[in-house]
Structure formats: C-alpha cells, structure tokens
C-alpha cells in the first residue's frame, strides 16, 4: 500500500550546502522529519551544481520523506546569461542588461520542465516576465 502523504515543501537551497539552520531545520522540523538525514542525502544529490537548486519534499504520515531536485530559479539563469550579480535595484528605470529572443528560448527551453505549460511561447512570456522584473530588457 502507497504511503500516506503528510505534506509537501518546497525550498530553495544552495547546492551542496544544506544543514539544520532556519530555514531547513524549523521547516521540516515541525513535521518530524529527520532533519540530518535530508541535509546529507540533498548535499550528496547536489555536490556537483552550483547556484541555488530547489528541492521538492514530500513528507509522509510516518515521518519519512523523499524528494525531487528542480531547475535553478529563472532569476539565476538570466544572471548567468548577462554575467551580473543582481538584477537591477530600480526595475524599469535602470537598466541591469539585455537579452536577445535567442537568451530567451534557451532559457525558456531549459526551464520547461518545471513550467505548467508545453508552449514554448508561453515559456518565453514566463521568462520575459521574470527578467522585466529584475530590469533586463529584452530585444
């Protein structure tokens, strides 16, 4: 018989760096989990990425749990595209950088899995939202 699921969190963790402090250790805590357990299988799963990759974890009635590793945010992407460090501070005034149609698909491509659309148009409106955000323009 399929366990019983309790809950699903979802975290953004910097790969290969997650321990018991906030925001990991309160946020499985308060479901029982075995916090040691999830820090070390996620740093196993993740030692070879880089950047901030989001894990999906779902706890069950008896206390374990099991998870998925998704993409790194679109944020991240398009700050590796432009190599900058942040967006920009004032969205729509200042100007963090530029992206191509091109940039755009390949991200959009990339980030297609964890997207809830199979339309790479959509996709793309997605991403250029993100990155209008953050005061990239795009051409």
């Given at each position: 018989?399929?366990?019983?699921?309790?809950t699903?969190?979802?975290?953004?963790?910097?790969?290969g760096?997650?321990?018991?402090?906030?925001?990991?250790?309160?946020?499985?805590?308060?479901?029982?989990?075995n916090?040691?357990?999830?820090?070390?299988q996620?740093n196993?799963?993740?030692?070879?990425?880089?950047?901030?990759?989001?894990?999906?974890?779902k706890?069950?009635?008896?206390?374990?749990?099991?998870?998925?590793?998704?993409?790194?945010?679109?944020?991240?992407?398009?700050?590796?595209?432009?190599?900058?460090?942040?967006?920009?501070?004032?969205?729509?005034?200042v100007?963090?950088?530029?992206?191509?149609?091109?940039?755009?698909?390949?991200?959009?491509?990339?980030?297609?899995?964890?997207?809830n659309?199979?339309?790479?148009?959509?996709?793309?409106k997605?991403?250029?939202?993100?990155?209008?955000?953050?005061?990239?323009?795009?051409?």
């Amino acid at each position: 018989m399929a366990k019983k699921v309790k809950t699903i969190l979802k975290l953004n963790i910097t790969a290969g760096k997650a321990n018991p402090a906030p925001p990991i250790g309160p946020a499985l805590g308060q479901h029982g989990v075995n916090i040691m357990e999830f820090c070390q299988q996620y740093n196993a799963k993740t030692k070879d990425m880089k950047g901030v990759v989001p894990a999906e974890v779902k706890i069950y009635e008896d206390r374990t749990f099991d998870f998925i590793l998704k993409k790194p945010p679109v944020s991240q992407y398009i700050k590796s595209k432009l190599s900058i460090k942040n967006g920009s501070k004032e969205p729509g005034r200042v100007k963090a950088g530029t992206l191509s149609q091109k940039d755009l698909e390949e991200i959009a491509l990339e980030k297609m899995a964890d997207f809830n659309t199979k339309d790479l148009e959509a996709a793309k409106k997605i991403v250029a939202g993100s990155a209008r955000s953050m005061g990239v323009e795009i051409k």
